[in-house]
T-cell receptor, first 114, second 114 residues
Framework: AQSVTQLGSHVSVSEGALVLLRCNYS??????LFWYVQYPNQGLQLLLK??????LVKGINGFEAEFKKSETSFHLTKPSAHMSDAAEYFC????????????FGTGTSLTVIP | DAEITQSPRHKITETGRQVTLACHQT?????MFWYRQDLGHGLRLIHY???????NKGEVSDGYSVSRSNTEDLPLTLESAASSQTSVYFC?????????????FGPGTRLTVL
């Protein structure tokens, strides 16, 4: 079975500081991994995804994530936080043998302090 | 531009009433999904469809039903609304069955059951 754990339901960073949002997954087969962002009262928007090509994945808005098989992790980072990054972030895992079903983490709310 | 829309965006109903939430996508995607979002639970899969006349139960399907009569629409019906079904509901679609196929989300419907 597949599952995702996001450590830290709330993360606060100062504007200009490093953003690090943690995601660990559990999967018995090679996973596909996704990060989505949700702004208030909106749907989820894809930030980036890992599909077994390069382990370091670059996404929109300056975010990137690194797939580490040995640590079963896919942490999301951004070198310098902007006020506009304040949002809810979700990590999700999918595997081919379950069709296109996604398993989501419980989300991390990012606050950016001016 | 292709998009996925949901209606209504907000709905208040009473316990025991039947409620239908609409989801319409113009991408011509075969796959469509319904999720509910609750604090502390992230997104949980209710029902999904891989094509016309195909429907499948997800993790939290009790009390919900869907039907797929065309490619564009997957309405979600609450047969007899309960207060436990107060939530934000998201519809999503994706083009392929491979695990790496991105899901695209609608803006959500906030449902309150009194």
């Amino acid at each position: 079975a597949q599952s995702v754990t996001q450590l830290g339901s709330h993360v606060s960073v100062s504007e200009g500081a490093l953003v690090l949002l943690r995601c660990n997954y559990s999967s018995s087969v090679p996973p596909y991994l996704f990060w989505y962002v949700q702004y208030p009262n909106q749907g989820l928007q894809l930030l980036l995804k890992y599909t077994s090509a390069a382990t370091l994945v670059k996404g929109i808005n300056g975010f990137e994530a690194e797939f580490k098989k040995s640590e079963t992790s896919f942490h999301l980072t951004k070198p310098s936080a902007h006020m506009s990054d304040a949002a809810e972030y979700f990590c999700a895992v999918s595997v081919t043998n379950t069709g296109n079903q996604f398993y989501f983490g419980t989300g991390t709310s990012l606050t950016v302090i001016p | 531009d292709a998009e996925i829309t949901q209606s209504p965006r907000h709905k208040i109903t009473e316990t025991g009433r039947q409620v239908t939430l609409a989801c319409h996508q113009t991408w011509n995607h075969n796959n469509m999904f319904w999720y509910r979002q609750d604090l502390g639970h992230g997104l949980r899969l209710i029902h999904y469809s891989y094509g016309v006349q195909d429907t499948n139960k997800g993790e939290v399907s009790d009390g919900y039903s869907v039907s797929r009569s065309n490619t564009e629409d997957l309405p979600l019906t609450l047969e007899s609304a309960a207060s436990s079904q107060t939530s934000v509901y998201f519809c999503a679609s994706s083009p392929g069955l491979a695990g790496g196929s991105t899901q695209y989300f609608g803006p959500g419907t906030r449902l309150t059951v009194l």
